[in-house]
């Protein structure tokens, strides 16, 4: 049973940049085929999907977050991680931590998210 956990600072002031960890247990960020996204849903609002690293380290931005998103990861400990820069109040949500299997159009796995608000 693969395993997401989202680590990260609860909150961040404005202009700073996020930073979250997601720490995969049960299974390796490097599976063959496997996808690895970050996904945010802001409050009361859909969920948001932002970016992903695959498991040969190629990484995928949401064109309207590109500029500021960066997404790398850690195979020795089995983490990836992502930055959000120049962050601002519209970007308080709960982030999640994903996985998907290529040629297959759901997230079989996910973290149980984190809270993050951005706030003075």
């Known amino acids: 049973q693969v395993q997401l956990q989202e680590s990260g600072p609860g909150l961040v002031k404005p202009s700073q940049t996020l930073s979250l960890t997601c720490t995969v247990s049960?299974?390796?960020?490097?599976?063959?085929?496997?996808?690895w996204s970050w996904i945010r849903q802001p409050p009361g609002k859909g969920l948001e999907w932002m970016g992903a690293?695959?498991?040969?380290?190629?990484?995928y931005y949401s064109p309207s977050l590109k500029s500021r998103t960066s997404i790398s990861r850690d195979t020795s400990k089995n983490q990836f991680t992502l930055q959000l820069s120049s962050v601002t109040p519209e970007d308080t949500g709960v982030y999640y931590c994903?996985?998907?299997?290529?040629?297959?159009?759901?997230?079989?796995?996910w973290g149980q998210g984190t809270q993050v608000t951005v706030s003075s």
């Open positions: 690293i695959t498991y040969s380290g190629n990484t």
């Open positions: 994903a996985r998907r299997l290529f040629g297959r159009s759901s997230y079989d796995y």
């Open positions: 049960g299974g390796s960020i490097t599976t063959s085929f496997s996808y």
